[in-house]
C-alpha cells in the first residue's frame, strides 16, 4: 500500500495512530470528555502563549475552574471531536485534506494568525503528552507515527501561513500610492 499522499504516513503508522487513539479516547463517553479535557489542559500548559490566543473563557484560570466553565468545556470537545474525525479519515486521502487544510485556514486565518509558533512545539512536546498518557516508550512506533503526523500537519499550516502572507502583499501592492514606486 503506498503512503498516504497528504501526510506521507505508511499503512502501518495509521495503525498506529489508530490503536493509540481508541486507548486515549477509551471506551465510553465520559472517557473521551475527560480525554478531551486532559489534551487541552496539556496543550495550554505546554504549547508557549497558547492561553492568551482565547476569548471565550478564561484560559488563564486554574484548572479547577477551568473545567467548571461550560466555555472551555465546549472547545474540550470541539478539538477532541476534530481529531476524532481526523483519525476516522486517515484512508481517505482527500477527505483527509479538506479536513486538514479547512482545520488549518481557520486557525492561521485568526487574527493574529494561529500558525507555525504554536503548531510547531505541539509536535515536538506532544511525545511527552503520550507516553504519559499511554504508558509507552517514547522511542515507540505509536509515539514516532504521531510526531510524524503533527508535523505534516505543521507543513499544512507552513503552506497556510505562505499564502496568506501573499494575499497579505498582493494587497499592500495594490492599496500603496503611485508613488512608493518611483
Ligand atoms: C491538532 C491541533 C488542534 C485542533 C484539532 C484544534 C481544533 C480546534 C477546533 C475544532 C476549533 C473550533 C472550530 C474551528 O475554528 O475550527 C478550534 C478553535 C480554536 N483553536 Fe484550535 N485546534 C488545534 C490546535 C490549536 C493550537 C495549537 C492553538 C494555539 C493557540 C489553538 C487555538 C485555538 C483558538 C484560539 C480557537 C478559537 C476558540 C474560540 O473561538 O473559542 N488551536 N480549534
Known amino acids: 500500500m503506498s503512503d498516504c499522499p497528504v501526510t506521507g504516513l505508511t499503512y502501518l503508522e495509521k495503525r498506529d495512530l489508530e490503536s493509540s487513539w481508541r486507548k486515549l479516547i477509551g471506551t465510553t463517553p465520559r472517557e ?68 486538514l487544510q479547512s482545520l488549518v485556514k481557520s486557525h492561521v486565518g485568526q487574527t493574529p494568525p494561529i500558525g507555525s509558533e504554536y503548531f510547531e512545539p505541539f509536535a515536538a512536546r506532544f511525545h511527552v503528552f503520550l507516553v504519559a498518557a ?10 514516532a507515527a504521531w510526531t510524524k503526523f503533527l508535523y505534516a500537519l505543521c507543513s499544512l499550516v507552513k ?15 495594490q492599496g500603496a500610492p503611485c508613488c512608493w514606486i518611483l
Open 134 to 143: 499511554l504508558g509507552v516508550p517514547e522511542d515507540s512506533d505509536e509515539v
Open 32 to 99: 473521551f470528555k475527560n480525554a478531551g479535557i486532559n489534551l487541552v489542559l496539556w496543550m495550554f500548559d505546554n504549547i508557549p502563549n497558547m492561553r492568551g490566543r482565547f476569548t471565550k473563557f478564561q484560559a488563564n484560570n486554574t484548572r479547577s475552574n477551568l473545567v467548571a466553565d461550560e466555555m472551555f468545556l465546549a472547545h474540550t470537545q470541539s478539538v477532541i471531536l476534530a481529531i476524532d474525525s481526523i483519525i476516522k479519515m486517515l484512508d481517505n486521502p482527500s477527505k483527509l485534506k479538506v479536513k
Open 159 to 173: 503552506v497556510e501561513e505562505d499564502a496568506q502572507r501573499k494575499v497579505a502583499k498582493a494587497t499592500a501592492q
